[in-house]
C-alpha cells in the first residue's frame, strides 16, 4: 500500500491488514468499520453527498460555489461530471491531501454508450443479439473512462419500454425483460470485469429504479401507475438481473410509483433491493430527486425530503444537497437515523474500497493510461463491428440491396447524409463528432473509383422549407440510385426529449414522396432515436435500413450492409407501431376476451387504423432467406425438476451466407392469474452458408415458466404450454407441451 493517504487513514489501514479473528470481519469489513469509528457525522454525511462539477451537467445546478471547500474538509465524498486523468487527480487531491481522513472521492459519469469511442446508442445496439459485442462495448467504455480518472459509470439503464414517445427508449435495451435481463447482466460484466479494482474496470449502475420507463403518456419524468405483478413481472427484472451479475450501485427513478417518488420507495429499495435481493451495493438518488420529491407533493419540506429518501434506503444524493444540510438535524432529533447512515456509508466506502481507491486513489488518474487507451484504433474496429451488425434491414422489395459497389451514379441525398453529430446520438458523453465517420464518407470510401456520387441535402431534419426539393429531385433523376438518409437528429430522443408525434420530423416524408416520384429506386437509411412510425416510407419505398444511432463508425457500418459487405442480421429489440395512437404495443401483451377478428365487430381494434404494429418485436430481414421446419420437443410432458428438448431445423435457402437470429417464445395457456400471448425465452444466432441446415436444440425447464402467481408467489403452475420458434415474435412454428 502506498503511503500516500493522511496519517489517520494510513494508521487505519495499518490496524486492519488482517483478519480480525476476534469480530471474524474480513480486511474489508474491518478496514471500513474502523473508518467509520473514526468519522464525525458530518464526514459520515459527506460521503453520503454528490455534487455535479462545472465541466458538464444534465440538469439544474443546485449545489452552491463552495463545493471545494466541502471536498476539503471531508464533507463531499462524489463528483459527477469531472472527468480526464489531471482533472479527477487535482480534484482527487484535494480530498486526498487536505480533508482529515483523506477518504479518496468516487468519480461519476454517464457514459450510455462508450467514453470517447461512441458505440450504437443502446437500444439500437440491442438489436444485434450478440452479448458477447455487447459486452465488449461496455468493456471498452470502461477501459477509456477507467484511463480518463472515472470510477464508476452511471449505466447501464436497464428501463422497460413499451412507449416510444419516451426520448429515454434509446438508453435501455427494448421492451422485453428477458432480453433486456442478458443485456443488462452483459453491460454490467463488460464494466466491472472481475475485479473492480482492476485498472481497466468501473463500477456500474442500475438504473432507474424503477418503472421509470412507463411514464405516463411517455412524457419524461412523469408518474408511473404500475401493479405489483407487473412491477415483478416485467420492470423489474433486468434490475433483479443486474443485481445478480454483482451491480455496484442502484439510481433510483424520477418517477412518482403508485403514489411514492421512487427516491423514497421503501417498497422498491428497503424491501426488494435491500432485503430480497441482499445488494450489498448503494443506492444514488438521480439529479435532484430527493429535494424533486417537495414539488411531487409528497415532502413538505426539504428535511423532509432528506428524512423520507435516508429512511427509504437511499445511500448518496445526487446534485442536490438535503442531506448535507439536514441530516444532522435529524440526528439530533431521533438518534436511530444513525444506524441508517452507518449502513449508507459503509456501502458507499465498500464501492471505493472495491475499486482500490483506498490503496491508491489516483491510480485511475493516469495520463499515460489515457493517451494510450483513449479512442485507440481497436476500439473503433469494434465500433464498426457492432454497429454492422445493429443495423436491422426492415424492408427490401425485389433485393434492392445490396447495391453494386460500380453503379455509375448514386444520388445521396437528404438532411443527414453528411452529419457527424446526428450518429453520437444523445448522452454521448466525451464522443466528439471529429471522431465520426458520416453515412457519405462511409459511401464514397466503399464505391468505386468510376462512381459518381450526387450529394444534396434536399432540406433540414426539422423545417417546413422544401427549396432544396428542387435540386435534390434533379440530382435523383440523374442517378441510378437514390440514397435517401432521414430521421432524428442527435438531441430528438434521451432525457427530457420526448415527442407526442414519432413521425419523420419536418418534411422529410414529403422529400422521400418526391424522390420516389421520380421512379427511380429508394433506399432509405433511417438515422432515430426511437422507433419512426411513417407506414408511407416503410410501405412505398424500396429499401429500409433501421440505423438508429449508430456511433463513431456509423458511415463505413451502413456502407457495408449497404454494398453488402455485411449480410445484415439485427432483429428490432422493440415494436414498431404504425402510429402514436396504437401505442402502447408489445408483443408480450395480454389475451383478452376478444381476441382481434377483423371479421368481427365486437373484438378488440380500431376503427381507423390497422390492428398490429408496423413490425413487430424481433423482426429483421437479410440478402438470403431462412426456413424453419421440424419442430420438435422430445417428450410431450414433464415436471418440475426435468426439463423439455425442443428442436428446430433452420436452413438457408437464399443465395449468399448470412446470420439468423432463431428466437423461442412460450405461451402458458391457462393461468391462476393471466398470462401473456408470448413470452421471450430463448434464442440462437447462427451463421448458415447457403443451402446449409443447422439443428438447433433449447431446453425449457419449469423454473423458466415462474411467474407471479395469484397469491404474488414467484412460481411455476402444472398444465398446457405452447412453445413457438421463428425469425420474429409473429411468423412461427409452434408445439405443445404440458407441465405435470
Ligand atoms: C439525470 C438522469 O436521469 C440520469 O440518468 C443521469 O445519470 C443523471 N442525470 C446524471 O447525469
Same mark, same amino acid.
Given at each position: 500500500m502506498r503511503l500516500i493517504l493522511s496519517t489517520l487513514l494510513l494508521g487505519i489501514i495499518l490496524g486492519c491488514s488482517g483478519t480480525d479473528q476476534t469480530q471474524n470481519l474480513s480486511p474489508k469489513e474491518a478496514f471500513i468499520d474502523s473508518l467509520l469509528n473514526e468519522m464525525t457525522l458530518p464526514e459520515k454525511i459527506g460521503?453520503?453527498?454528490?455534487?455535479?462539477?462545472?465541466?458538464?451537467? *444534465?440538469? %439544474?445546478? *443546485?449545489?452552491?460555489?463552495?463545493?471545494?471547500?466541502?471536498?476539503?474538509?471531508?464533507? #463531499?465524498?462524489?463528483? #459527477?461530471?469531472?472527468?480526464?486523468? @489531471?482533472?479527477?487527480?487535482?480534484?482527487?487531491?484535494?480530498a486526498v491531501n487536505g480533508s482529515r481522513l483523506g477518504i479518496p472521492l468516487i468519480f461519476g459519469y454517464d457514459m450510455i454508450h462508450g467514453y470517447a469511442t461512441t458505440f450504437p446508442i443502446p437500444m439500437g445496439e440491442a438489436a444485434c443479439w450478440d452479448l458477447d459485442l455487447i459486452k465488449r462495448?461496455? @468493456?471498452?467504455?470502461?477501459?477509456?473512462?477507467?484511463?480518463?480518472?472515472?470510477?464508476?459509470?452511471?449505466?447501464?439503464?436497464?428501463?422497460?419500454?413499451?412507449?416510444?414517445?419516451?426520448?429515454?427508449?434509446?438508453?435501455?435495451?427494448?421492451?422485453? %425483460?428477458?432480453?433486456?435481463?442478458?443485456?443488462?447482466?452483459a453491460r454490467v460484466e463488460g464494466y466491472q470485469g472481475d475485479d473492480l479494482s482492476s485498472t481497466g474496470t468501473i463500477a456500474a449502475t442500475a438504473k432507474h429504479f424503477a418503472a421509470y420507463g412507463a411514464a405516463e403518456g411517455g412524457r419524461d419524468y412523469n408518474t408511473t401507475e404500475v401493479s405489483e405483478r407487473t412491477l415483478r413481472e416485467i420492470y423489474l427484472p433486468p434490475f433483479r438481473a443486474a443485481a445478480g451479475a454483482g451491480v455496484a450501485s442502484f439510481m433510483n427513478g424520477f418517477n412518482d410509483l403508485n403514489g411514492v417518488p421512487a427516491s423514497a420507495s421503501h417498497l422498491l429499495v428497503r424491501q426488494i433491493l435491500k432485503k430480497e435481493w441482499d445488494f450489498k451495493g448503494f443506492v444514488v438518488s438521480d439529479w435532484a430527486s430527493v429535494q424533486e420529491m417537495t414539488d411531487h407533493g409528497y415532502a413538505a419540506s426539504d428535511k423532509e425530503a432528506a428524512r423520507l429518501s435516508l429512511a427509504a434506503g437511499c445511500d448518496m444524493e445526487m446534485v442536490s444537497t438535503t442531506y448535507e444540510t439536514y441530516v444532522e438535524d435529524l440526528v439530533?432529533?431521533?438518534?436511530?437515523? #444513525?444506524?441508517?447512515?452507518?449502513?449508507?456509508?459503509q456501502r458507499i466506502l465498500g464501492i471505493k474500497y472495491d475499486l482500490g481507491l483506498f490503496e491508491?486513489?489516483?491510480? &485511475?488518474? =493516469?495520463?499515460?493510461?489515457?493517451?494510450? &487507451?483513449?479512442?485507440?484504433?481497436?476500439?473503433?474496429?469494434?465500433?464498426?463491428?457492432?454497429?454492422?451488425?445493429?443495423?436491422? #434491414?426492415?424492408?427490401?422489395?425485389?433485393?434492392?440491396?445490396?447495391?453494386?459497389?460500380?453503379?455509375?451514379?448514386?444520388?445521396?441525398?437528404? %438532411?443527414?447524409?453528411?452529419?457527424?453529430?446526428?450518429p453520437l446520438g444523445t448522452w454521448s458523453a466525451q464522443g466528439k463528432k471529429e471522431h465520426v465517420t458520416t453515412l457519405l464518407e462511409g459511401v464514397q470510401l466503399a464505391v468505386s473509383e468510376q462512381t459518381k456520387i450526387l450529394t444534396t441535402n434536399g432540406c433540414e431534419v426539422n423545417s417546413a422549407d422544401k427549396t432544396g426539393f428542387k435540386k435534390a429531385r434533379s440530382l435523383a433523376k440523374q442517378a441510378d440510385v437514390i440514397i435517401a438518409v432521414v430521421g432524428e437528429e442527435?438531441?430528438?430522443?434521451?432525457?427530457?426529449?420526448?415527442?407526442?408525434?414519432?413521425?419523420?420530423?419536418?418534411?422529410q416524408l414529403e422529400l422521400l414522396q418526391m424522390l420516389k416520384a421520380t421512379g427511380k429506386p429508394v433506399v432509405v437509411v433511417l438515422m432515430n432515436g426511437r422507433p419512426i412510425a411513417e407506414p408511407w416510407m416503410y410501405e412505398n419505398c424500396d429499401a429500409v435500413l433501421e440505423t438508429w444511432h449508430l456511433g463513431v463508425q456509423s458511415g463505413p457500418a451502413i456502407a457495408d450492409v449497404l454494398f453488402g459487405t455485411y449480410n445484415p442480421s439485427g432483429k428490432l429489440p422493440v415494436t414498431i407501431p404504425r402510429s402514436v395512437g396504437q401505442i402502447p404495443i408489445y408483443y408480450n401483451h395480454k389475451h383478452t376476451g376478444r381476441?382481434?377478428?377483423?371479421? =368481427?365487430?365486437?373484438? *378488440?381494434? &380500431?376503427? =381507423? @387504423?390497422?390492428?398490429?404494429? /408496423? &413490425? %413487430?418485436?424481433?423482426?429483421?430481414?437479410?440478402?438470403?432467406?431462412? @426456413?424453419?421446419?421440424?419442430?420438435?420437443?422430445?417428450?410431450?410432458?414433464? /415436471?418440475?425438476?426435468?426439463?423439455?428438448?425442443?428442436?428446430v431445423i433452420v436452413t438457408n435457402t437464399g443465395p449468399v451466407a448470412g446470420e439468423e437470429v432463431v428466437q423461442?417464445?412460450?405461451?402458458?395457456?391457462?393461468?391462476?392469474v393471466t398470462r401473456p400471448v408470448l413470452e421471450l425465452k430463448g434464442f440462437e444466432k447462427i451463421m448458415l452458408a447457403p443451402n446449409e441446415s443447422q439443428t438447433l436444440h433449447f431446453s425449457l425447464s419449469a423454473e423458466e415458466l415462474r411467474f407471479w402467481d395469484e397469491e404474488m408467489q414467484f412460481n411455476w403452475e402444472p398444465g398446457d404450454f405452447k412453445v413457438f420458434v421463428g425469425p420474429n415474435s409473429e411468423d412461427l412454428l409452434e408445439a405443445e407441451f404440458k407441465l405435470l
Open positions: 460521503q453520503m453527498s454528490q455534487a455535479t462539477g462545472s465541466f458538464e451537467f *444534465t440538469g %439544474p445546478i *443546485t449545489s452552491d460555489s463552495s463545493t471545494l471547500e466541502l471536498v476539503r474538509t471531508g464533507r #463531499l465524498g462524489s463528483f #459527477l461530471n469531472v472527468v480526464g486523468a @489531471e482533472r479527477t487527480r487535482e480534484a482527487q487531491e484535494m462495448s461496455a @468493456e471498452i467504455t470502461a477501459l477509456e473512462a477507467s484511463a480518463a480518472g472515472v470510477h464508476w459509470n452511471f449505466a447501464p439503464m436497464v428501463d422497460i419500454a413499451r412507449d416510444p414517445r419516451w426520448g429515454r427508449i434509446m438508453e435501455g435495451a427494448g421492451e422485453d %425483460p428477458w432480453w433486456s435481463s442478458k443485456v443488462a447482466v439530533a432529533e431521533n438518534a436511530s437515523y #444513525l444506524a441508517m447512515i452507518d449502513d449508507a456509508v491508491d486513489p489516483y491510480r &485511475y488518474s =493516469d495520463a499515460g493510461r489515457e493517451a494510450k &487507451y483513449v479512442l485507440h484504433n481497436d476500439h473503433f474496429k469494434h465500433a464498426r463491428e457492432v454497429a454492422k451488425k445493429s443495423i436491422v #434491414l426492415l424492408e427490401n422489395r425485389d433485393n434492392t440491396l445490396p447495391l453494386d459497389m460500380d453503379l455509375a451514379k448514386i444520388a445521396v441525398i437528404g %438532411p443527414l447524409i453528411n452529419d457527424p453529430v446526428t442527435a438531441m430528438m430522443s434521451g432525457e427530457a426529449l420526448s415527442r407526442s408525434d414519432i413521425g419523420l420530423p419536418g418534411v381476441a382481434f377478428d377483423p371479421a =368481427d365487430r365486437y373484438t *378488440t381494434k &380500431y376503427i =381507423d @387504423e390497422k390492428y398490429g404494429p /408496423q &413490425y %413487430p418485436f424481433g423482426y429483421g430481414l437479410s440478402y438470403t432467406n431462412f @426456413e424453419y421446419s421440424n419442430l420438435l420437443l422430445d417428450k410431450s410432458s414433464f /415436471q418440475a425438476g426435468e426439463s423439455i428438448s425442443i428442436e423461442l417464445y412460450v405461451r402458458d395457456m391457462i393461468g391462476s
